[in-house]
């Protein structure tokens, strides 16, 4: 396709003849739409509409641009776009002769402006009726047909409008809810380990005046710190021991303590060996400070274990929670370009890591992840939106236990996901129905029945992928295919 030489400023379609031209009554009654029309009214939209051409690459209309039109596209190809927060969706892209847009619905008084925008993806021919052309026709010749409508498509926009944020809420208040609970863990731990630090710190310059009150001379005071800045370093390679070899090496070190007359040793041991301080290395600090400072040394040495794994510890926490907040920014992609390439390996963890503290303690998750695939063009955030509704259905299937399982991989030139889980299956039945609007297998009130058509939107409309799903009680999948090459997508929206 030939882009507009200036997207900047989307003007009227470029005409390729500025001659009227009409259709007769017969070439009217061709079209799908009116082969229903008596001659009267086929007359009349003779009379009232003309032709219009509109060169490849050129915008018929532009959405939010006044509603002057109502187009049937008679040869040629179009795409419908609509442009979301500043993010071009596309709805439809079609060569279906007869297929119509515009001002569809200036017969209803609602519109005023385009909803939409088209653009020809080829040299295209059109048969248009002004907007309100189109109303007098619609309202004076289906009267009955008026009333119907008007409920049918007014109720429709406000139920689809209340549902919609409905779900979207709950999904937020869900998300939100595990992330709160997964970052209440990690701050929590790193409280604690400040308020015993504080401790340890003052316990640690009271030990520190015992020892320097004059029974060490300078030559042993700076042995006994070089020792200590031996057991930080012994502290940051220490490995964890298994329970048995741990409580080995504490019965050892305790019994090491009790001979030299250092009490309470079976406490401090834990700390020591935790540490990775030995006997044979305590040996040493006995050689620096000798028989009497024995004790007043190794409970200061032993702060310096327990502050070093105090530290350790709030460090894991922050580590914990930033971790938590990068998973959270890369499931949101608020501070990314709507669609940029992306790992989608990435973006399933980023759910999975959302999803973290609603997973039953029974279901176990398994990912098989082909880490050769390249990465692809995409709108990220969507995609996240995808693997949620998948994965929440897949959590819902199982209950409190089962498998589930998120597997990425290739299939000619495309890229797969599949979400698969253990669950009791979707009903033979059922399943040509799932991905509907408001269709739900859940009770009343527990599903609004949007999670999976918004997901196929997605993936079809939007990245001309695919989505699929085969199902037997104990293995239902769900697999999304995604094309690897950059979706060709519209020209940007035009400026109001």
């Given at each position: 396709?030939?882009?507009?030489?200036?997207?900047?400023?989307?003007?009227?379609?470029?005409?390729?003849?500025?001659?009227?031209?009409?259709?007769?009554?017969?070439?009217?009654?061709?079209?799908?739409?009116?082969?229903?029309?008596?001659?009267?009214?086929?007359?009349?939209?003779?009379?009232?509409?003309?032709?219009?051409?509109?060169?490849?690459g050129?915008?018929?209309y532009?959405?939010?641009?006044?509603a002057?039109?109502?187009?049937?596209?008679?040869?040629?190809?179009?795409?419908?776009?609509?442009?979301?927060?500043?993010?071009?969706?596309?709805?439809?892209?079609?060569?279906?002769?007869?297929?119509?847009?515009?001002?569809?619905?200036?017969?209803?008084?609602?519109?005023?402006?385009?909803?939409?925008?088209?653009?020809?993806?080829?040299d295209a021919?059109?048969?248009?009726?002004?907007?309100?052309?189109?109303?007098?026709?619609?309202?004076?010749?289906?009267?009955?047909?008026?009333?119907?409508?008007?409920?049918?498509?007014?109720?429709?926009?406000?139920?689809?409008t209340?549902?919609?944020?409905?779900?979207?809420?709950?999904?937020?208040?869900?998300?939100?809810?595990?992330?709160?609970?997964?970052?209440?863990?990690?701050a929590?731990?790193?409280?604690?380990?400040?308020?015993?630090?504080?401790?340890?710190?003052?316990?640690?310059?009271?030990?520190?005046?015992?020892i320097?009150?004059?029974?060490?001379?300078?030559?042993?005071?700076?042995?006994?710190v070089?020792?200590?800045?031996?057991?930080?370093?012994?502290?940051?390679?220490?490995?964890?021991?298994?329970?048995?070899?741990?409580?080995?090496?504490?019965?050892?070190?305790?019994?090491?303590?009790?001979?030299?007359?250092?009490?309470?040793?079976?406490?401090?041991?834990p700390?020591?060996?935790?540490?990775g301080l030995?006997?044979?290395?305590?040996?040493?600090?006995?050689?620096?400070?000798?028989?009497?400072?024995?004790?007043?040394?190794v409970?200061?040495?032993?702060?310096?274990?327990?502050?070093?794994?105090?530290?350790?510890?709030?460090?894991?926490?922050?580590?914990?929670?930033?971790?938590?907040?990068?998973?959270?920014?890369?499931?949101?992609?608020?501070?990314?370009?709507?669609?940029?390439?992306?790992?989608?390996?990435e973006?399933?963890?980023?759910?999975?890591?959302?999803?973290?503290?609603?997973?039953?303690?029974?279901?176990?998750?398994?990912?098989?992840?082909?880490r050769?695939?390249?990465?692809?063009?995409?709108?990220?955030?969507e995609?996240?939106?995808?693997?949620?509704?998948?994965?929440?259905n897949?959590?819902?299937?199982?209950?409190?236990?089962?498998?589930?399982?998120?597997?990425?991989?290739?299939?000619?030139?495309?890229?797969?996901?599949?979400?698969a889980?253990?669950?009791?299956?979707?009903?033979?039945?059922?399943?040509?129905?799932?991905?509907?609007?408001?269709?739900?297998?859940?009770?009343?009130g527990?599903?609004?029945?949007?999670?999976?058509?918004?997901?196929y939107?997605?993936?079809?409309?939007?990245?001309?992928?695919?989505?699929?799903?085969?199902?037997?009680?104990?293995?239902?999948?769900?697999?999304?295919?995604?094309?690897?090459?950059?979706?060709p997508?519209?020209?940007?929206?035009?400026?109001?």
């Amino acid at each position: 396709m030939t882009p507009p030489p200036d997207r900047s400023t989307p003007a009227a379609p470029e005409r390729l003849t500025a001659e009227p031209e009409r259709l007769t009554p017969g070439q009217l009654r061709t079209l799908f739409l009116f082969e229903a029309l008596d001659a009267d009214q086929l007359a009349w939209l003779a009379a009232h509409g003309r032709v219009e051409r509109v060169a490849a690459g050129a915008a018929v209309y532009a959405e939010g641009a006044p509603a002057t039109c109502f187009y049937v596209l008679l040869t040629g190809a179009v795409r419908l776009y609509r442009t979301v927060h500043g993010d071009e969706v596309e709805i439809n892209r079609t060569d279906q002769r007869g297929v119509y847009g515009g001002a569809t619905q200036s017969y209803l008084d609602d519109q005023e402006v385009y909803r939409n925008s088209m653009w020809a993806i080829a040299d295209a021919e059109f048969f248009v009726l002004p907007a309100e052309s189109f109303a007098h026709a619609v309202r004076s010749w289906f009267p009955m047909a008026m009333h119907l409508l008007e409920g049918l498509f007014i109720g429709m926009r406000n139920t689809q409008t209340v549902v919609g944020e409905r779900e979207r809420l709950l999904a937020l208040g869900a998300l939100s809810a595990g992330l709160t609970h997964e970052l209440n863990n990690p701050a929590s731990a790193a409280v604690r380990a400040t308020e015993a630090l504080r401790d340890r710190f003052a316990a640690m310059r009271h030990k520190l005046a015992t020892i320097a009150d004059g029974r060490l001379d300078g030559r042993r005071l700076h042995a006994l710190v070089a020792l200590q800045e031996e057991a930080v370093e012994r502290v940051g390679r220490a490995r964890p021991l298994s329970p048995l070899a741990a409580s080995d090496a504490e019965d050892e070190l305790t019994d090491w303590l009790d001979e030299r007359g250092v009490t309470g040793g079976w406490e401090l041991a834990p700390t020591l060996v935790s540490g990775g301080l030995d006997a044979a290395w305590l040996e040493r600090v006995g050689a620096a400070v000798g028989a009497d400072g024995l004790e007043p040394a190794v409970r200061w040495l032993a702060y310096t274990v327990d502050t070093e794994l105090l530290l350790r510890e709030i460090t894991d926490a922050a580590t914990r929670i930033s971790g938590l907040v990068g998973a959270a920014k890369q499931y949101s992609q608020l501070d990314r370009a709507p669609y940029q390439v992306v790992d989608v390996h990435e973006l399933l963890d980023a759910t999975l890591v959302m999803f973290r503290a609603k997973l039953p303690a029974g279901v176990r998750v398994v990912r098989e992840y082909d880490r050769s695939l390249p990465p692809i063009p995409a709108y990220a955030a969507e995609l996240n939106q995808v693997w949620t509704n998948l994965i929440d259905n897949a959590l819902g299937a199982m209950g409190d236990e089962g498998t589930l399982t998120v597997r990425t991989g290739r299939v000619d030139d495309l890229l797969t996901v599949e979400v698969a889980d253990t669950g009791a299956g979707i009903p033979a039945q059922v399943r040509p129905r799932i991905f509907e609007p408001f269709f739900t297998t859940k009770p009343v009130g527990e599903g609004t029945g949007l999670g999976l058509d918004i997901s196929y939107r997605i993936v079809v409309n939007k990245h001309h992928g695919d989505i699929r799903v085969t199902s037997a009680p104990g293995n239902t999948v769900f697999r999304v295919l995604l094309p690897t090459t950059p979706v060709p997508g519209p020209p940007p929206a035009p400026a109001a």
